[in-house]
């Protein structure tokens, strides 16, 4: 979490990022350190629902999903792009609230995640949540290069080291770009939201399997990988016991199951707001 | 001239909807994900309008052969039979459509979905 919050401060146009209101004072980083691991605590909670505990606003509040999206990603996932996309989650919604009105929002905020029907239904939030431990982090190569090189050298305070400095290091704009705005991260540039995926420019992937009806859609192996491969594309995996396969959330609010079954191929189960409910996209 | 309406995403009529919906089993297992949410939304169902839609579409499924199932929680990756419904088509549909069509809430990957025999024999 401290390196998101740096992460989100690195994120805001260099004019912002100047600002004396940009450097947060360590009582204000605690404090939404705090807030954060509570909202990714409830993040069982439905988001009209979380949204309407935790900040007193609607669902579609940008501020509320922006902080939701954030504290579950970084709980949710060790890989760097989903804690850069944490960080540039958390500093729209800085952004948004206005820093000079954070502190005022942030006692709002704790006021709030102290109330009875808060932490109720925090509690039972916290009982079904996916701890972080129990999803294995993929860290890139260059992580593992990092790590590697520092256990040779350095021992295991190295690998630490290493380990935390390749994170910092992504999350962060390099220094020479520190007058201007941040540089999009490759991997954001490459993120296309999943309607984009499954249906480009509104139709839908593959053709129609037999006599079913247009929300099931059959495509190549080729084209099922490439399909794939673009979803998990900052995906973060939730725990879903009762599905049958990998369930997982998207930055766009949309997510995807990806389920493999013997008999039948392998399916992808979307749920995107934008599209039909029932939309699955299934591997000849 | 029909005044049924048509799904707001693919133009299909309802009754072409719950007619080519059982046709997926030849594939894959039906959630119930798939069908209310869609009815809904896609159909823009509610009240009695829904519940008999979904009494209809469900019945086909049934006749098809298809059980309630559900992931397994002790076997990820493979399906169980789901009995609470009852055993016959007309008791599943009747559980399932008081369970779910009188509520708000629209039902998730995680609750039941309609496979074939050989969907959880297979797995």
Known sequence: LDAVINGSVAAMPAALRGSAEARLDARTRARLKALMTTWSDGGN?????????????????????????????????????????AAE?????????????????????????????????????????VQRDAIRPVYPLETALGVAAAGVAGGVVGVARAAVGVIVRQLLPKSSNIAGRAPVPPSLTKFQPTRDVVAPGGRPVGAVAGRTNGNFRTVSPAEFTTIKDKLLQRATPVKKPRYDGT???????????????QKNGVTIDVSDPNLPPNFKVHQK | MSSQPVHSFFGTPLDEWIECTPNELEFDAIGLWQIIPDLRKSFGLSGDALEHATREVLTKILDRGAHPIVGSFDKPGTWERVTKYGENSIDIVNAIVAEWCTIDRNPDVEDVWFGLPRFYDAD
Not at chain 1, 46 to 56: H, L, T, V, W, Y
Not at chain 1, 247 to 261: C, V
């Open chain 1, 45 to 85: 909670m439905d988001r009209a629902e979380f949204a309407g505990q935790f900040f007193g606003r609607a669902v579609d509040d940008p501020v509320a999903m922006g902080l939701r999206t954030a504290a579950l990603t970084a709980r949710l996932s060790g890989r760097q792009d989903a804690l850069r996309d």
């Open chain 1, 89 to 129: 989650h958390l500093a729209g919604a800085m952004r948004t609230v206005g820093l000079d009105r954070l502190p005022r929002f942030l006692d709002d905020a704790e006021v709030r995640a102290n109330q009875p029907s808060t932490r109720a239904a925090l509690e039972k939030s916290r009982q079904t949540l």
């Open chain 1, 247 to 261: 369930w997982y959330q998207r930055p766009d609010g949309s997510a995807f199951g990806i389920r493999t079954s």
